[in-house]
């Protein structure tokens, strides 16, 4: 296989600031144009990801460890997990995609997560065939809610997706000896930052600050970030400002120059310029195109 790469446009749809929308759903077969059924090695900074498959049997590499998955299946994959599949010609299956900021939102209130969630985990098997089979039935329900765009669109995919993570962790309760080994300090570091971003923003976007939370120096942080990410902390952190600004033009009928206070800009017109320079348009322009596209 070969060498393991960081995705943001091949696999899915850019990276976390593109995903306006809670979550991102695809059937295998709508990118298989782009693969040819074939995943290489790769991973996501800022984005998680739940495989819901089918039919077929599929070979995976999960970490540094090969599966062969005999569905159905169910795969959970956090941020920075390495991955690959081999997927049998028109297996049917859906991968559903989430911000980490999401998942981190979620599992604040959903306590029952915390021993997993950080962990790469696969579910599939016979003892779990009541459980599996629920899981499918929920990935049509999101895949039909998905193509909807009204009001209510966001919060029933949560609730959906929710329930999903649910029918995972009863089947894991079940499942003995299921734990991946947690990857190497470096991946570790960086989830660290993107549980403490998740925590923290907008309140602060200062690189030493977050340093400062996980006890180290800001400059081994951005080493150690670009190394895992390919981005310096500060992109990182403006990739989920950009995020949050997306979503609450998207969303919301606050005022420019609100969501500009609540983003900490210190003024609208610099929140403009910012927003401007990595999306080629006004925040003002990228609203009325949002609104139109949902038509």
Known sequence: MALTRLDRDRYVLGDASAHVGFLNCERISERSHIHDWTVEPHYHEGLAQLFVFDTGTVDGLIDTKRQRLTCPVLVWLPALCTHAFNYPKDMQGWVLTVPTSDIARLAERAAWMAPWIEVPQILQGEPHRVVLSEA???????????????????SVLEALFLLLLGNLHRGLIQQSGNREPVGDRQTAL??????????????????????????????????????????TVAEIIQDRVLLEAKRKLAFTDLPVSEIAY???????????????????ETPKAFRQRSRKASV
């Open 136 to 154: 499918l039935d929920l990935a049509k329900s999101i895949e039909r809610e998905h193509e909807k765009h009204d009001e209510i669109r966001n």
């Open 190 to 231: 960086v989830r660290q930052l993107q549980t403490c971003l998740d925590r923290h923003m907008p309140e602060t976007r200062s690189v030493a600050d977050y340093a400062k939370m996980l006890s180290v120096t800001p400059t081994h942080l951005s080493r150690v970030a670009k190394a895992v990410t390919g981005k």
């Open 262 to 280: 609540t983003l900490s800009f210190s003024s609208p017109s610099y929140f403009t310029r910012f927003f401007a320079g990595r999306m080629a």
